[in-house]
């Protein structure tokens, strides 16, 4: 069975460009989720979708945004880029509650 | 809101020992309470999760847990440690937003493991 697939896991991007992350969850998992990780915050909850409908948010600027397929695979992206956004974003896919499983992440660095 | 706190941010045991990692949680209600380990460049790989029943959870790789609400606590235990297990770790209360179902996992800061020969 194939795990949850992030693309890509690496990116380099300039302040003030904007850019786009995608998300294949599990087969089956209409459940997506994203957290950011970054050394100084830690692990920190963006959003989650369920069918194609956001129904969950976290503390993040109008910058972030997301969105989810109907055949639940999901893209987030960030606009106007800044320093701060440099880090490691993990998404997550459920069939049902506590059951998340997560992705390798895609490493964003912004210069 | 929910919150968690493990309270040591690095760790060193030596390959063969004991180890307990610490997690300390903030939460109104019965929370659901995870493990999860990641390995450089990895994402989160989930070691055992507790919903309710029996407080001592037993998860993969030989790790397990005790919940104990009157110390708002989960802690995670290995009885002997072995290389592979450098990683760091991270405790997590997930919470169910709404009635669809909605759940947000906040997480500790991470506790980094190294385990010396």
């Known amino acids: 069975k194939a795990g949850v697939t992030q693309t890509p896991r690496y990116l380099i991007k300039t302040r003030g460009q904007q850019v786009t992350l995608s998300c294949s969850p599990i087969?089956?998992?209409?459940?997506v989720s994203w957290y950011q990780q970054t050394p100084g915050q830690g692990l920190q909850f963006l959003f989650e979708?369920?069918?194609?409908?956001?129904?969950n948010k976290g503390n993040f600027p109008g910058r972030f945004s997301g969105r989810q397929f109907s055949n639940s695979r999901s893209e987030m992206n960030v606009s106007t880029l800044e320093l701060g956004d440099s880090a490691l974003y993990l998404c997550?896919?459920?069939?049902?509650?506590?059951?998340?499983?997560f992705g390798n992440g895609t490493r964003l660095t912004v210069t | 809101a929910q919150s968690v706190t493990q309270p040591d941010i690095h760790i060193t045991v030596s390959e063969g020992a004991s180890l307990e990692l610490r997690c300390n949680y903030s939460?109104?209600?019965?929370?659901?309470l995870f493990w999860y380990v990641q390995s450089p460049g990895q994402g989160l790989q989930l070691l055992l999760k507790?919903?309710?029943?029996?407080?001592l959870v037993q998860g993969i790789k030989g790790f397990e847990a005790e919940f104990k609400r009157s110390q708002s606590s989960f802690n995670l235990r290995k009885p002997s440690v072995h290389w592979s297990d450098a990683a760091e770790y991270f405790c997590?209360?997930?919470?169910?937003?709404?009635?669809?179902?909605?759940?947000?996992?906040?997480f500790g800061k991470g506790t980094k493991l190294t385990v010396n020969p």
């Open positions: 997550a896919s459920s069939q049902k509650t506590g059951q998340r499983v």
């Open positions: 087969s089956g998992h209409r459940s």
């Open positions: 979708y369920f069918s194609e409908t956001q129904r």
């Open positions: 939460y109104g209600a019965t929370p659901y």
């Open positions: 507790y919903f309710s029943g029996d407080t």
């Open positions: 997590a209360v997930g919470a169910i937003i709404t009635q669809g179902g909605s759940e947000k996992l906040v």
